[in-house]
């Protein structure tokens, strides 16, 4: 019943930028927590960066000051502005969300299909 999309992955150079978008789809339901997780082959999946529905971020420490998280409530999507990108930056990219459906009490977590981000010169 609730969908999430993932886009705006591609290739970049070392200290590129990348915008990627996750956007919900659906109806009957509320976005709480949005995530932001990656898997580089061979490497455990790693959170990213969170938001909660009121705005407040975290992120991992080897993307803080390089990379932002934001939302977009309205339009139930949530972004993730990825700047200086490094090769080690190159991963697939995983949306994540908590979603409170109507007239349930408890929250589930959806995941998108993820998209691909890799650095190279």
């Known amino acids: 019943q609730v969908q999430l999309v993932e886009s705006g992955g591609g290739l970049v150079q070392p200290g590129g930028s990348l915008r990627l978008s996750c956007a919900a789809s659906g109806s009957m339901f509320r976005l709480t927590t949005m995530r932001w997780y990656r898997q580089a082959p061979g490497k455990e999946r790693e959170l990213v960066a969170s938001i909660t529905s009121g705005g407040s971020t975290n992120y991992a420490d080897s993307v803080k000051g390089r990379f932002t998280c934001s939302r977009d409530n309205a339009k139930n999507t949530a972004y993730l502005q990825m700047n200086i990108l490094k090769p080690e930056d190159t991963a697939v990219y995983y949306c994540?969300?908590?979603?409170?459906?109507?007239?349930?009490?408890?929250?589930?977590?959806?995941w998108g299909q993820g998209t691909q981000v890799t650095v190279s010169s």
């Open positions: 994540n969300a908590d979603v409170l459906l109507t007239f349930y009490t408890n929250s589930q977590t959806h």
